[in-house]
């Protein structure tokens, strides 16, 4: 019972220990609940090894869809993961899956799209080097141009060096003329010369005249 003039009971209060394993408790449990589901990851078939690795890398629900759609083009697991691990060196999300899923799709290899991103040339350069790829040039050619990018260097783009190729050019010559700075004036010259002979001329060389 109060007694008259008396102060009621103080209301307790939780210690500053008590508090902060209350919210450690409390923190840890959000982040349970919010682990990503990788059901659809394990029902495509990836292997437990792989879903390990990827947990590790914390993957989001929309990662797992990138990865979803990459490993339906035909990259492996092992790819997957490696991916994933260059995004977050660089502190980023993996969000390439349809860019890369397209490199596929056009018959770029696996070990060639790795290199691109390593390279940090994917996002800038994805479609055209898929162009490049349906027109025929090699994936030499394809990261010789991706490797002068990636240094800022002036280089043919992927249309002229498939011009280059029509004129009867190798890949192999292709790597040369971008390794030498081909320019795009000197591109429209080597296919004019090439023209010119398929046009049944050719270009004699004239001997002085004797007196």
């Known amino acids: 019972m109060k007694t008259a003039g008396m102060p009621g009971p103080r209301p307790r209060r939780l210690s500053p220990a008590f508090a902060l394993a209350g919210f450690l408790f409390l923190f840890a449990g959000c982040g349970k609940v919010r682990q990503t589901n990788m059901s659809a990851l394990d029902a495509a078939g990836m292997h437990p090894e792989s879903l390990a690795q990827l947990q590790q890398y914390q993957v989001s629900g929309d990662e797992v869809r990138q990865i979803l759609t990459i490993g339906r083009s035909g990259m492996s697991e092992q790819g997957c993961v490696e991916l994933v691990g260059i995004a977050r060196s660089r502190h980023r999300v993996f969000a390439e899956g349809d860019a890369i899923a397209g490199l596929l799709n056009a018959g ?56 280059l190729k029509d004129a009867g050019y190798s890949n192999a010559q292709l790597v040369a003329m971008v390794d030498r700075g081909m320019t795009d004036k000197q591109a429209d010259e080597a296919i004019a010369r090439h023209e010119y002979a398929v046009g049944g001329h050719s270009f004699v060389r004239q001997q002085g005249r004797r007196r």
């Open 108 to 163: 770029v290899k696996e070990g060639s799209i790795i290199q691109l991103v390593r390279l940090d040339q994917l996002s800038p350069f994805a479609g055209e080097a898929a162009a490049m790829k349906l027109a025929g040039l090699s994936e030499d050619v394809i990261l010789d141009v991706a490797q002068h990018r990636s240094k800022g260097q002036p280089v043919l783009a992927g249309a002229r060096l498939a011009e």
